[in-house]
């Protein structure tokens, strides 16, 4: 199998030594990985160039991670990913994984779209959010080195099991997607805030009247819907109305 070593179209990478789960290796490894398994189709699509720049540190902490669309010198697409998020907490590869998949996400999720006259190119959040488990995080893992240290949950370790089961391949890429999930729970749960804390096992019951462009007010919304993204299930109502 051909793992996603080969470097690409990169802007600007600032060297230094990291102590988190993810060290600068790996970033950069994943980050290649996810980009190279769409320039293909961002070309086919928009006819247009996906970029791809990359700050482990020294990028200031204005952004963590970002997409982007400029019409200079040709159609581009840029993806900025920092190494603020590894750098903050020990989140999985996998994890960090889903996150640069969210930024894909915007690019290609399709509808529903955000309105703004700047980004209208731009899927909704929780649309990215449903597109990193459905469809991106499926193309990364064709190419992503083998990861045999990941947890697991019970309940979603069973789903996995009755939607995939009968293609081991399949299977154990949901196992591996779970277990993003898992590590983004708890990096969620780390920033202090009980009120915002989420959990695999809770739902959020909100109905929005209209599909939120934004982030939902709610953590627990964006776990639902990495949830539903990776078994193909509805939108959840907390941020999606058809």
Not at 46 to 70: C, H, M, P
Not at 208 to 229: H, W
């Amino acid at each position: 199998m051909r793992f996603c070593f080969r470097l690409l179209s990169i802007l600007m990478v600032v060297h230094s030594v990291g102590s988190a789960a993810i060290n600068e290796s790996t970033f950069g490894q994943i980050n290649r990985c996810v980009v190279e398994a769409y320039q293909k189709e961002v070309a086919d699509t928009y006819n247009a160039e996906l970029l791809l720049q990359e700050y482990w540190i020294g990028f200031g902490g204005a952004f963590k991670v970002d997409s982007t669309w400029r019409q200079l010198n040709g159609k581009k697409f840029l993806l900025t990913l920092t190494g603020k998020i590894p750098n903050v907490t020990e989140i999985s590869p996998e994890a960090y994984a889903i996150v640069v998949c969210h930024e894909m996400g915007h690019i290609m999720g399709g509808e529903p779209r955000q309105k703004s006259k700047l980004a209208v190119w731009s899927s909704v959040e929780g649309q990215a959010d449903y597109y990193a488990t459905n469809v991106c995080m499926w193309q990364y893992l064709k190419a992503a080195k083998e990861n045999k240290s990941i947890q697991q949950h019970e309940t979603l370790g069973k789903k996995c099991k009755q939607k995939f089961g009968e293609d081991e391949a399949s299977y154990l890429k949901c196992l591996r997607i779970v277990s993003g999930i898992i590590s983004l729970q708890n990096y969620f749960n780390n920033d202090g805030n009980e009120k915002n804390r989420v959990s695999i096992d809770a739902v959020d019951t909100t109905e929005v009247s209209e599909t939120l462009e934004k982030y939902p007010a709610l953590n627990q919304c964006r776990m639902d819907t990495f949830i539903a993204g990776l078994f193909n299930e509805p939108r959840p109502a907390c941020w999606f109305k058809k």
